[in-house]
């Protein structure tokens, strides 16, 4: 089954870090733009962070620049999102997706299940 499996969410203080993983199982993602999207209560789901698969290509929401870095392990078919200074705006649930374009569209490419981040002033 080709899916995009996370993990890594959970609830910490104001200030600290986390870090969310997404692997491709049953695929590859090649030739896909490759990160992550959020959605919080009450709010449209938003872009966070993006990456190709094949070579570095890091984008960033304004909201989440120098505090998140998106990086790549091809040989694992892995993202990872280290989430340093957290804050309480950037509760929400974080979706992994794998697309042939940026930001991914609902209805087509891979999404993982979703993981929690819930940040406490």
């Known amino acids: 089954r080709e899916q995009l499996v996370e993990s890594g969410g959970g609830s910490v203080q104001a200030g600290e870090s986390l870090r969310l993983s997404c692997r491709a199982s049953?695929?590859?993602?090649?030739?896909?733009?490759v990160g992550w999207t959020r959605q919080a209560p009450g709010k449209e789901r938003e872009p966070v962070a993006r990456t190709h698969f094949d070579f570095a290509m890091p984008d960033y929401a304004d909201s989440v620049k120098g505090r998140f870095t998106i990086s790549r392990d091809n040989a694992k078919n892995t993202i990872y999102l280290p989430m340093d200074t957290l804050k309480p705006e950037d509760t929400a649930i974080y979706y992994c997706a794998a697309d042939d374009w940026w930001p991914p569209r609902p209805d087509s490419g891979y999404w993982g299940q979703g993981t929690q981040v819930t940040v406490s002033s």
């Open positions: 049953g695929f590859v993602p090649r030739g896909k733009f």
